[in-house]
Nanobody, 121 residues
Framework: VQLQASGGGMVQAGDSLRLSCAASGRTLSTYTLAWFRQVPGKERDFVAN????????AYVDSVKGRFTISRDNGKNTVHLQMNRLKPEDTAVYYC???????????????WGQGTQVTVSS
């Protein structure tokens, strides 16, 4: 599975961005899909995941109520809608696919290349 993330950019606090991740090589429909983020010098942290059918999602507390993860199995894509962005959301965002729902990066076998999100105050 090859994952390609897109949609990052530079925005101001309070703005919105929608990240997308498209897969090729294999269907994503049986995988749990997730978004992680990483800032320089720190570990890659869990942001959100969604189960294979799209009806169960989990979020890190800091983004609950602001971010929404969704998937379209027909288009082999996963999205992260990010609203009310804060400077602390600045990071490189990675999409990932794995066999089980987990907040651990070690549970995911396939990763996209990352897309930079920068939020200025």
């Amino acid at each position: 599975v090859q994952l390609q993330a897109s949609g990052g950019g530079m925005v101001q606090a309070g703005d919105s961005l929608r990240l997308s991740c498209a897969a090729s090589g294999r269907t994503l429909s049986t995988y749990t899909l997730a978004w992680f983020r990483q800032v320089p010098g720190k570990e890659r942290d869990f942001v959100a995941n969604i189960n294979w059918s799209g009806d169960v999602a989990a979020y890190v507390d800091s983004v609950k109520g602001r971010f929404t993860i969704s998937r379209d199995n027909g288009k082999n894509t996963v999205h992260l809608q990010m609203n009310r962005l804060k400077p602390e959301d600045t990071a490189v965002y990675y999409c990932a696919a794995g066999d089980r729902a987990s907040g651990s990066r070690f549970a995911y076998d396939y990763w996209g290349q990352g897309t930079q999100v920068t939020v200025s105050s």
